[in-house]
């Protein structure tokens, strides 16, 4: 594809008089890595090191016209419209205007990678192959590849669903992040189904405030094509701008503690799992889930009504959800030891370790232990919060090292003992493998241990080196040594 026609396809057009014949072969968004050929789209500081490295053009936008005829500028052909510019090339460079894909997009503070999961267990229980991309992983068909990021930049996630759709896949579950929305990695005109999971506190360190942090959810809504759906946790107090703002014409909501599209009732929480009624359209279903906690029920309500939204039978969605496993990391039990039970969950947030620690208490016929951290470089307002929430809601708290990045791992653990209540069972080790053990030395019968913060991760980030590190495998090791 020429130049031209590449942009034409996007939508922009080049300002000036200038020869876009050019053959382009591939897209770049990174000047240090690209290839002869390569289109450039990126900050114009590097555009000068991107046409040294080879590339053909390097394109600009809303900055007037450079003096470097291979520096173009563009502008809209249609309207004013300069957002994601790098994700419209790339849907047009990889033949995906109009996308060929339906794609259900779940945004959030916590849930993100549950929901995906489900949305992606119930299709394949329903005779619907779906891709993932998400946190964990980039499921395409049988082809698995480690995730570098919850949602991809706009050219690697064009270059996912290409391979998606050559595969004869037709459906695509998206995690997408509050960085990829604020950086408009990919549109809300693609999206089919957009679902809300919740807002709570997390990366500020990033967007600086609530505000901007509940803004930059909120662009997933408010673009969306009239024709896509809009899912919506009803009992999240941000569901009130959410509903107020999206362009969906079509809006579904669910809910626990309020009527809803789809709501649940009558629940019996256990450690298998729970059991529940559904009311949908003024009819009561039983079912059951074999994922444990309430936050994972609205997770299985959205992921059931995403499928609902795109014609699937209620009474077969709703009797599939007892089957889905979720996402590894994820409340997942991972061993018994002295009659205690002990799992690993990703909670890294107040609002996710408090919602943890309340469905844990209702299952525990005695003590709640808690292994956690913080990471390193990231919003330090939440770590006092998370040591006070801790010593609220659990019995026992060992307090250690998570992904310290490059901050002091001890000055990250002093900054959540700052928030602890009750200081006479809360114990520290720097050492995160010690501190696991320990807990789990202290474990009697109807206890339950959580080791949260990581979930699926496999490693601990120290000074920018990642090291091999897994809960879940450091359990089981301990485990071993102890029967």
Avoid at 340 to 358: G, N
Avoid at 366 to 375: A, D, L, R, S, Y
Wanted: hydrophobic share 40%; aromatic share 8%.
């Amino acid at each position: 594809m020429n130049l031209a026609e590449l942009l034409f396809t996007a939508g922009f057009k080049a300002v000036g008089d200038l020869d876009l014949s050019v053959t382009i072969t591939g897209l770049s968004l990174d000047s240090r890595s690209v290839k002869p050929n390569d289109l450039f789209i990126g900050r114009c500081e590097f555009a000068q090191q991107a046409l040294n490295a080879g590339a053909s053009f390097a394109l600009r936008w809303g900055i007037g016209v450079s003096s470097n005829p291979k520096i173009i500028t563009i502008e809209p052909i249609a309207s004013e419209d300069l957002a994601g510019v790098a994700w419209k090339i790339s849907a047009a460079f990889y033949g995906l205007i109009p996308m060929p894909l339906t794609l259900f997009a779940v945004t959030g503070t916590n849930g993100k990678t549950t929901v995906t999961s489900i949305v992606q267990e119930l299709l394949s229980k329903n005779n619907t192959e779906c891709a993932l991309i998400g946190t964990i992983k980039y499921q395409l068909g049988n082809k698995i590849l480690s995730a570098t990021h919850t949602t991809p930049s706009a050219i690697t996630l064009a270059e996912l669903f290409v391979q998606i759709n050559q595969q004869g896949i037709s459906a695509c579950a998206l995690e997408v992040s509050s960085h990829a929305l604020e950086q408009e990695r990919i549109l809300s005109k693609d999206i089919d189904v957009a679902i809300f999971t919740n807002l709570t506190r997390d990366h500020l360190d990033y967007h600086g405030s609530m505000q901007a942090y509940g803004l930059a959810k909120q662009k997933l809504f408010t673009s969306l094509p009239a024709q896509a759906v809009a899912i919506i946790n009803l009992d999240d107090d941000f569901s009130k701008v959410l509903l107020a703002k999206t362009n969906a014409s079509k809006v579904l909501t669910y809910a626990i503690d309020k009527p809803a599209t789809l709501r649940a009732q009558n629940i019996n929480y256990h450690l298998d799992g729970s059991c529940f009624e559904l009311i949908y359209q003024n009819k009561i279903y039983q079912t059951e889930l074999s994922i444990i906690g309430k936050h994972n029920i609205y997770n299985a309500l959205a992921g059931a009504l995403a499928l609902i939204s795109r014609g699937y039978s209620p009474d077969k969605v709703f009797a599939t959800l007892k089957n889905i496993k979720g996402a590894i990391g994820r409340m997942q039990v991972v061993g018994k030891y002295n009659g205690a039970s002990i799992l690993v969950d990703y909670a890294h947030t107040p609002d996710a370790t408090e919602h943890l620690l309340r469905s844990l208490q209702a299952l525990s016929t005695n003590n709640i232990h808690i292994v956690f951290g913080c990471g390193g470089n990231r919003d330090k307002g939440k770590r006092a919060i998370m040591g006070r929430i801790a010593s609220e809601y659990s019995d026992y708290i060992y307090i250690t090292s998570d992904n310290p990045r490059f901050e002091d791992p001890l000055q990250i653990i002093n900054d959540i003992y700052k928030g602890v209540a009750n200081t006479q069972n809360c114990y520290i080790n720097i050492d995160r493998r010690k501190a696991i053990a320990d807990a789990i030395n202290n474990l009697t019968t109807g206890d339950i241990l959580v080791v949260a913060g990581k979930g699926h991760e496999t490693y601990q980030s120290i000074c920018g080196q990642d090291k091999q590190f897994n809960d879940a495998v450091i359990i089981k090791d301990i485990l071993e040594t102890l029967s």
